[in-house]
């Protein structure tokens, strides 16, 4: 494990006009109007939660999908892993609920807990997901986490995915490793148009632009 010292350099991340903002979104949202949500310059692409585990689908995840890409919006999903849920079973919940064809992104898998279990069993777990995930959409999905917990749990072991990285504040998020930060959450407490209440804000890190977390339409189902 690096030393805290070896940690890469906090880094003031310069937001301009040019840079590309998205929202993710969920049933904590509640009724979206998302034919306002494109007539704000912060919203260019939107994440949606899908599942959790292997039981939960989002009760607002068809209403948000659909409004969504109506309202001219590129879309993506996401899955929130549980550790303490088998791997398979999640699959079956995920790919159930979503079909690739309607989906305009690359889908996120959402790793926010540990669990009790053994580091073996987690990242077993973990990583038949993102395998499985890859194989069902065409394209390796991208890891989301909050830097905490990059650093302490999956550093060093998925340095062949793009990740996006949750770190609340004006500074880049810094990782132990080089992995590509291709999104990055800078705050849980944002405000858009057409949506009442916070919501969580990204953008588009370096010069990675739309059509780098887009799903590639040779590998669309």
């Given amino acids: 494990m690096p030393q805290v010292a070896e940690i890469q350099l906090y880094v003031k991340y310069v937001r301009t006009v040019q840079t590309i903002y998205g929202i993710d979104v969920s049933h904590y949202q509640g009724k979206i109007n998302w034919q306002?949500?494109?007539?704000?310059?912060?919203?260019?692409?939107?994440?949606?939660?899908?599942?959790?585990?292997?039981g939960i689908v989002d009760e607002y995840y068809r209403k948000n999908l659909y409004e969504a890409r109506r309202a001219g919006l590129p879309v993506g999903v996401y899955h929130f892993f549980s550790p303490s849920s088998s791997a398979m079973m999640q699959l079956k919940n995920f790919f159930e609920n979503v079909d690739p064809r309607q989906q305009d992104l690359i889908p996120i898998i959402d790793v926010e807990k540990r669990g009790r279990g053994s580091s073996l069993d987690f990242h077993g777990k973990l990583s038949a997901v993102l395998r499985e995930t890859e194989k069902y959409f065409g394209v390796k999905p991208i890891i989301y986490t909050g830097v905490n917990f990059y650093n302490e749990h999956l550093a060093g072991r998925y340095v062949d995915y793009k990740?996006?990285?949750a770190r609340y504040g004006d500074e880049i998020p810094p990782l132990f490793d080089d992995v590509p930060i291709i999104m990055w959450q800078f705050t849980s407490h944002g405000s858009v148009s057409g949506i009442q209440g916070d919501v969580d804000r990204s953008c588009l890190m370096d010069n990675y632009t739309l059509q780098d977390i887009s799903i590639p339409k040779r590998n669309n189902h």
Avoid: G
């Fill in 163 to 165: 990740f996006m990285i």
């Fill in 36 to 54: 306002a949500v494109p007539l704000d310059p912060n919203v260019r692409y939107v994440y949606i939660k899908a599942t959790e585990s292997s």
